[in-house]
């Protein structure tokens, strides 16, 4: 699942269609100006039934319909994703949108694929844009929460029926209905997260799949929703971004570059090191990484490993492990044979004192590939 392209994760304002133009009647256009209208998969001739079907259903066809979602996203906006919300148990489960299914049974020849994706498309635009009106049919305002709870519970009643009229109360209706009641809440500045609380304890479990609630259920969702609100629910105006730049040029003034000595050389002057680099070389350098450059506790020299330099590092053993050093050898002391202990393990403790980016490598056997598993 990719997030971005997941319309239950779309907040109010990535979906207002207020925050967000958008002309009906160029959609067509667009759509068919986009990439993937020049690739369009077409569905496979065999039964619903076999396995080719599934298989081009989740391979080629879902990959396409991702990229549609993309491209749209990328042109109009977030909310665009929203197109493939269908009915019941399609793309994502429970949505508003009536013409699109999913890519089994709504990707077929191009062009009428096409056309779905518009229809589908301009079906989910109506639709926020009817959720638009009815949120915004009471002028609400927190501060006067007490006095207006009446209004508060009208505009949530109205929305619940709204959301089980379009969905039909199919499969994970609910979710969309919790997701149209927060857009609510944010829209009349409820904060974000006070809104997801309070929304969950309203409807407390009770909206279920396939089920549409009786009046009873909605008038109290409602009402508990609209009674729970406060005043300090409101969400707090967002500080602002630090900027880094300042902060940069701050620093820089002061340092008292003036009291450095000069090195007389005109141009670039060449650093003593360069930390960013030796970072990024040390980071990429192959596994696995080179050890002590001598001897030393808790290391001992012990037998050599053929063609190593005397006094190298490749006749350094752990204390007690057993286990020579040298890359790639990992000749226990004395043998002349490969060590089968693990790095990492207890016996290879004197590792731990390494930075935590680098990673013990397995003690394992060279072979003329490389290291065996």
Same mark, same amino acid.
């Given at each position: 699942?990719?997030?971005?392209?997941?319309?239950? /994760?779309?907040?109010?304002?990535?979906?207002?269609?207020?925050?967000?133009?958008?002309?009906?009647?160029?959609?067509?256009?667009?759509?068919?100006?986009?990439?993937?209208?020049?690739?369009?998969?077409?569905?496979?001739?065999? !039964?619903?039934?076999?396995?080719?079907?599934?298989?081009?259903?989740?391979? +080629?066809?879902?990959? #396409?319909?991702?990229?549609?979602?993309?491209?749209?996203? +990328?042109?109009?906006?977030?909310?665009?994703?929203?197109?493939?919300?269908?009915?019941?148990?399609?793309?994502?489960?429970?949505? &508003?949108?009536?013409?699109?299914?999913?890519?089994?049974?709504?990707?077929?020849?191009?062009?009428?694929?096409?056309?779905?994706?518009?229809?589908?498309?301009?079906?989910?635009?109506?639709? *926020?844009?009817?959720?638009?009106? #009815?949120?915004?049919?009471?002028?609400?305002?927190?501060?006067?929460?007490?006095?207006?709870?009446?209004?508060?519970?009208?505009?949530?009643?109205?929305?619940?029926?709204?959301?089980?009229?379009?969905?039909?109360?199919?499969?994970?209706?609910?979710?969309?209905?919790?997701?149209?009641?927060?857009?609510? *809440?944010?829209? #009349?500045?409820?904060?974000?997260?006070?809104?997801?609380?309070?929304?969950?304890?309203?409807?407390?479990?009770? /909206?279920?799949?396939?089920?549409?609630?009786?009046?009873?259920?909605?008038?109290?969702?409602?009402?508990?929703?609209?009674?729970? *609100?406060? &005043?300090?629910?409101?969400?707090?105006?967002?500080?602002?971004?630090?900027?880094?730049?300042?902060?940069? *040029?701050?620093?820089? +003034?002061?340092?008292?570059?003036?009291?450095?000595?000069?090195?007389?050389?005109?141009? !670039?002057? =060449?650093?003593?090191?360069?930390?960013?680099?030796?970072?990024?070389?040390?980071?990429?350098?192959?596994?696995?990484?080179?050890?002590?450059?001598?001897?030393?506790?808790? #290391?001992?020299?012990?037998?050599? =490993?053929?063609?190593?330099?005397?006094?190298?590092?490749?006749?350094?053993?752990?204390?007690?492990?057993?286990?020579?050093?040298?890359?790639?050898?990992?000749? &226990?002391?004395?043998?002349?044979?490969?060590?089968?202990?693990?790095?990492?393990?207890?016996?290879?403790?004197?590792?731990?004192?390494?930075?935590?980016?680098?990673?013990?490598?397995?003690?394992?056997?060279?072979?003329?590939?490389?290291?065996?598993?």
């Amino acid at each position: 699942m990719i997030r971005e392209l997941t319309p239950g /994760f779309l907040s109010w304002d990535e979906v207002d269609p207020a925050r967000h133009p958008f002309d009906a009647a160029s959609a067509a256009r667009v759509v068919r100006s986009l990439g993937p209208a020049r690739c369009v998969p077409r569905r496979p001739d065999v !039964p619903f039934a076999d396995p080719a079907m599934s298989a081009w259903s989740w391979g +080629e066809a879902r990959l #396409w319909a991702d990229a549609m979602s993309q491209a749209l996203v +990328e042109h109009y906006g977030l909310w665009a994703a929203g197109f493939r919300w269908s009915h019941d148990e399609g793309d994502f489960d429970g949505g &508003p949108v009536g013409h699109w299914c999913c890519p089994r049974d709504s990707i077929t020849t191009p062009e009428e694929t096409l056309t779905r994706v518009v229809a589908a498309l301009c079906e989910w635009r109506a639709w *926020l844009e009817s959720l638009a009106g #009815w949120i915004d049919a009471y002028p609400l305002d927190l501060a006067t929460v007490e006095d207006d709870r009446l209004l508060w519970d009208r505009a949530a009643r109205n929305l619940i029926l709204q959301v089980t009229d379009r969905t039909g109360c199919g499969s994970g209706w609910h979710g969309h209905c919790h997701q149209v009641l927060t857009w609510f *809440l944010d829209r #009349w500045a409820v904060a974000p997260d006070v809104a997801e609380e309070l929304v969950e304890q309203a409807i407390g479990g009770r /909206f279920l799949s396939w089920t549409g609630p009786d009046a009873a259920l909605v008038d109290d969702v409602a009402e508990r929703l609209a009674g729970s *609100l406060r &005043p300090a629910d409101r969400a707090r105006s967002a500080e602002p971004l630090p900027d880094h730049l300042e902060r940069w *040029l701050a620093v820089r +003034e002061s340092v008292p570059w003036q009291q450095a000595p000069d090195s007389g050389a005109e141009g !670039p002057v =060449t650093p003593r090191q360069d930390g960013a680099a030796e970072d990024i070389r040390g980071f990429e350098a192959p596994w696995p990484r080179p050890g002590p450059t001598v001897c030393s506790p808790p #290391w001992n020299c012990c037998g050599m =490993t053929p063609g190593a330099t005397p006094g190298s590092t490749s006749s350094c053993c752990g204390a007690g492990s057993g286990t020579s050093w040298a890359p790639h050898s990992c000749l &226990p002391c004395g043998a002349g044979r490969p060590s089968r202990r693990v790095a990492g393990s207890a016996t290879a403790s004197p590792r731990a004192s390494e930075p935590a980016r680098m990673p013990a490598w397995p003690r394992a056997r060279t072979t003329q590939h490389g290291l065996s598993p």
